[in-house]
């Protein structure tokens, strides 16, 4: 296997990179004589909503996410709708649920009939690259992109081995964090300068197992990491598809305890915080930063000791809340903090909409462009939840659900049936189970329909089940 060196990679990089900008010379198409914008949309692999220092972390401090926060907004309930990988960027790319648009289980391909916003962006006049965890088993093929630089499946943070423009596979010195992050600045560099762009940067960390480049490897040798206060949590009162899920803190070799897998998890997510300021850095160097909507998420959230678990999938706050970060000075006023519920789902017709382009009648999302100046705009006030992956990596029962600003119903439905739900105005750790109480009967009854009529809006095919 050829292994390419970080100061190698310009030289091994030239010709898919200068092939892009070798592309038809479109000038930008203009609304109200305003350049379309041009798209950055970084992703991380497991990063819930509060690891960035602007949320709370009290551990973690995340300067460069923090200045998306404060020159954009943050989407402080911003939800997956399946907590998985693969399901999660198919819906990210697509703006459908899993069961529309087919990736239900990791390991899957997203089909080619699925159409996917940036070939949208592409029919229009954009640029399109796409750098970094694609995941899902296709690879983008056949998606049209200017410029590709990605990995099969999870991929290793140290010394990479990645194809770029589908060709040969090559391994790359170095950790994966840096060596993305340098394949995409150089994009930036060397683009068409006559059409927008849309850049996806999908990072691999912080996915398990963590192993952070070697200058933060010690970055928190001595830190005592907070133990949350549901950690000992004896699972009363749960279904047994929880009691029995395999991902408890202290089962597996590479999470032994808490303080262990804690250390190294933060300790990736420094590094790619370093690396979005480098591109932000770019950005502003290049003077793109006016004209380009910086987007920031993570394709689910992930337990840090809550339960006693680590991993993600169930529906409890922790696996399904993201972080969103969205930047556009023409647009956003800087430090707003908007609590509504976005999802997923939202993001492919929000960038649409901002590109002005139609949004197709068979996305699940809504854009969330009319939230950014107007506080008072019609929104959701609940949203469904799926999960379909069983039997299969930590045993967590396929299930559904429905979560409103105080209530949340889960209904895990293949037999033996079992159900939870949660009030989480006065349990937000979701420690008490109701479902089976009597006087919240009216309660659970009503969430049960309204799970059913979600479904029906969302065009489930299951729904007879």
Known sequence: MNKITRRDFLRVSSTGLMAAASACRTAPILQNHIPRPNFVFMMTDDQRWDGMSCAGNPVLKTPNMDRIAEEGVRFSSMFVTTSLCGPSRATNLTGKYAHLHSVRLNGMALPQGQKTFPEFLKETGYETAFIGKWHNKDLAEGRNFDYTFMFKGQGRYANPVIAENFGPDREYAGHVTDILTDFAIRFLKYRNR?????LFLWFKAP????FPPERYKDLF????????TNYDDDYRGRPDAVRNADMKVGDFDDVPDLNAFLRRYYACLAAVDENVGRVLETLKALNYEKDTVVLYSGDNGFFLGEHHFFDKRLMYEESIRVP???KYPRLISPGTIDSRMTLNIDVAPTILDLAGLPVPADMNGRSIKPLFKNRKAPWRQDFLYEYYEYPAVHMVCKHRGVRNERWKYIHYF???QEFELYDLENDPHEMNNLASKKEYESIRIELQNRLRELRQEN????LEE
Request: charged residues 35%; aromatic residues 8%; proline residues 19%.
């Open 207 to 210: 996915h398990r197992s963590w």
């Open 194 to 198: 006559q059409k927008p762009f849309c």
């Open 221 to 228: 040798r001595d830190a005592e990491m907070p133990v949350p």
């Open 324 to 326: 969103l970060l969205v």
């Open 459 to 462: 065009r489930d095919p299951d």
């Open 414 to 416: 293949e037999e033996p």
